[in-house]
């Protein structure tokens, strides 16, 4: 991960609002799940739409309590990658395959219930938004420019005068 | 870039760096703080509640020799009624496969066979349309247990190759078989209602106190959980005073109006018509009557006793309050003008003035009751049952729900501090969160959010039914007096009846709780006004 993009100033800051703004939505609910154990993704899986089997095996008293904590231990990771700029590009692809899943659990198919949803959405929703939006930030890592991994950078690569 | 920025490692490149580490903490602090809160709010309430949701210990083994049933009426439930015994219809079988070959989802199939082996052997049936009664034989009959068909009930319950008997015929037969088999000493479990008339009431109570036997009404939501639940909770005193209850019914298709398929092949040589008739007033073979009996009073008791009587029972088996004082009903033939004489659209007002389900504010200030029955078979929007007391409300289905009333005294200080939120419930038990059910019809579904089809144990679906059959069942071999027995049938059976009776003659019907009967009507043979076969008669 040390390529980095070249780019105009005005375009790597946009790249890092979004990196941001997308880790500080990903951190936000790992951690709110994290404390409050009443939490479960049981509803969500058991009610899935698509590859039902799939999601009702995740969803069983012997996988859920996994399928929890992965859920809640990805969403840490993407969300801190992110936010602190280290390893972004492994966290893109985590949130990625959430987001995903949280899609095909539950997509924005015509004749699809939709349940839970704020908006009106026809194929493409929010999540399949936000997958995109990591996808971008996975072609364009802005670490090297504005997180930890510039400090690693630095410290690894001190140029003098 | 210059160079000269490129090589100074400058403040603002450490900034840069180790800008998303305060955001981290912020993001970080802010959701520990919702997650602790809202975990902390929850425990509080959930202490304050103390409500106890776990299932009740199953009813005694099923051990020793299989008991030997009869089925008397093999028609729409009591195919049901058999599968909660264990036994599917051929037919039934194939036709569950194949929906679960097409919707993964339906878990009919499935949760039939999981069900548990009650070792009970069906040996009889009597049905009076030969080709039901076939169709009995044919699939519950192995090579060591031959289904007998009996052409009456008075052979089956008389024969030696029974100990106990299932009624699922028309209401009209219902006390009738009872008394028969109870005499025979045969253990009983009838389809609600109960009776068809209150002389008959009197009779069939008679016979069961006088009995050694077992005796069951078919009022299934007694095992389903959340009613459990909300005994827990009523007798806790979270709700307060209630002083309303609506329970409804809302169906709007021809299955939930009784519009039943009537069979090609049912003429007078494959049904026994004289037999069907019973007390009833004979008319010729009419292949309707027969087979949507519960369009007539003379073989049905209409919404009151048919669907009312269910929601009666779910309030009763919660809050034990008997029957009431008073009762005052309305209704009409609105929907379905297509002959029958039972009304479609039906209110169904209960008064219990002197019952209380407990109080929160000073003694002695509330005191009193009314349950509403409010039914339509022409309309399918999805009314809850609600216990509606002075500190919350109470939504019973199959799942349960509780809402804080903002008025509330008891919660007074959780809403203030707005630790509850009226608009939020404080407390809900989904059962079904956990597993998706097949539901295939408007009518099916009706009766699963009543909690009226399964309910759940160790987050299984179980079928209500068959909890309800294993009890009477344990009963039989291992003591006890089931859930929903002659006293419970009882108060069911009378206020089913006052609900009809006032819908016919259109004037309040009080109870005389001392003397335990209805107060006479001057002018009226209240026996003869409740099975008379007309619409109404004032």
Redesign the interface.
């Given at each position: 991960m040390t390529t980095d993009i070249n780019f105009s100033q005005t375009g790597r800051n946009s790249l890092v609002l979004l990196r941001?703004l997308i880790?500080?939505h990903f951190?936000?609910?790992?951690?709110?799940?994290?404390?409050?154990?009443?939490w479960t993704s049981?509803?969500y899986l058991?009610?899935a739409e698509l590859l039902?089997?799939l999601f009702?095996w995740l969803?069983g008293?012997g996988m859920i309590h996994l399928a929890d904590n992965l859920n809640i231990f990805c969403l840490m990771v993407v969300?801190?990658s992110l936010?602190?700029?280290y390893f972004e590009r492994i966290g893109s692809v985590f949130g990625i395959f959430l987001l995903l899943m949280y899609y095909l659990a539950h997509p924005a198919l015509p004749g699809s219930s939709q349940a839970g949803t704020e908006g009106s959405y026809w194929i493409i929703n929010k999540n399949l938004i936000e997958a995109a939006a990591l996808f971008v930030l996975y072609q364009m890592p802005t670490g090297t420019?504005?997180?930890?991994h510039?400090?690693k950078k630095?410290l690894l690569n001190?140029?003098?005068? | 870039m210059s160079e000269?920025k490129?090589?100074?490692?400058s403040r603002r490149?450490?900034l840069?760096?180790?800008?998303?580490?305060p955001?981290?903490g912020s993001?970080?602090w802010?959701?520990?703080s919702?997650?602790?809160n809202?975990?902390q709010a929850?425990d509080s309430i959930l202490k304050t509640l103390n409500i106890n949701a776990s299932p009740p210990p199953p009813s005694g083994p099923m051990a020793g020799d299989p008991i030997r049933i009869g089925i008397i009426g093999f028609g729409i439930r009591g195919p049901h009624l058999c599968r909660a015994l264990g036994f599917g219809q051929k037919s039934w079988l194939a036709s569950m496969a194949e929906a679960a070959k097409k919707n993964?989802?339906d878990t009919r199939l499935a949760s039939f066979l999981e069900q548990e082996h009650l070792n009970v052997n069906i040996t009889a049936v009597c049905d009076l349309f030969d080709l039901r009664a076939q169709d009995a034989i044919d699939s519950f009959s192995t090579d060591e247990v031959k289904v007998q068909r009996f052409k009456t009930h008075q052979e089956l319950v008389e024969s030696d190759v029974v100990d106990a008997v299932i009624i699922a015929t028309p209401d009209h037969w219902h006390a009738p078989i009872a008394i028969a088999a109870l005499q025979a000493g045969k253990h009983v479990y009838v389809e609600k209602p109960m009776t068809h008339n209150i002389k008959e009431t009197y009779e069939l109570k008679d016979v069961v106190e006088a009995s050694n036997v077992v005796f069951q009404v078919g009022h299934q939501h007694r095992q389903t959980q959340s009613f459990l639940t909300a005994q827990d909770i009523v007798k806790k005193n979270i709700l307060g005073h209630v002083s309303l209850i609506q329970a409804n019914t809302n169906r709007n298709d021809d299955n939930g109006a009784w519009q039943y398929p009537i069979h090609k092949k049912a003429n007078p040589n494959t049904v026994d018509w004289k037999q069907f008739i019973g007390s009833a007033p004979m008319v010729p073979f009419n292949a309707e009557h027969f087979f949507r009996w519960r369009k007539w009073w003379a073989y049905g008791s209409g919404l009151s006793g048919d669907l009312m009587s269910h929601d009666y029972d779910r309030v009763n088996c919660i809050l034990k309050m008997g029957i009431p004082s008073s009762v005052v009903a309305s209704g009409g033939i609105y929907t379905h003008k297509d002959g029958r004489n039972v009304p479609d659209v039906m209110q169904v007002n209960m008064e219990f003035p002197d019952f209380s389900t407990g109080s929160s504010q000073t003694a002695g200030k509330e005191k009193g009751m009314t349950m509403v029955y409010s039914a339509t078979l022409g309309n399918q929007y999805g009314r809850t049952t609600a216990f509606m007391g002075h500190d919350a409300t109470m939504e019973v289905g199959n799942s349960l729900t509780i809402y804080a009333d903002g008025k509330s005294t008891k919660f007074k200080e959780k809403i203030v501090s707005e630790e509850m939120d009226p608009n939020v419930p404080i407390y809900q038990y989904d059962p079904a969160?956990?597993?998706?059910d097949g539901v295939t019809s408007a009518t099916a579904k009706y009766f699963a959010d009543k909690g009226l089809l399964w309910t759940y144990r160790d987050?299984k679906r179980v079928d209500s039914t068959h909890l309800h059959i294993r009890e009477w069942l344990s009963c039989i071999r291992n003591g006890g007096t089931p859930s929903c027995n002659i006293k419970e049938g009882f108060e069911e059976a009378m206020t089913s009846h006052m609900g009809g009776l006032s819908y016919k003659l259109g004037r309040r019907i009080d109870w005389d709780q001392a003397k335990q009967e209805i107060v006479q009507v001057e002018g009226y043979d209240l026996d003869e006004a409740l099975l008379e076969d007309k619409e109404k008669i004032v």
């Open positions: 941001i880790g500080w951190l936000y609910e790992g951690v709110l799940k994290l404390y409050n154990p009443a049981k509803a058991s009610s039902t089997p009702q969803s008293d969300g801190l936010l602190l700029g420019y504005f997180g930890l510039s400090l630095n001190p140029k003098t005068k | 000269d490129k090589s100074n490692w490149d450490l840069k760096g180790i800008a998303g580490v955001i981290v993001v970080w802010a959701g520990a919702k997650g602790v809202n975990t929850r993964p989802k969160s956990g597993s998706v987050g």
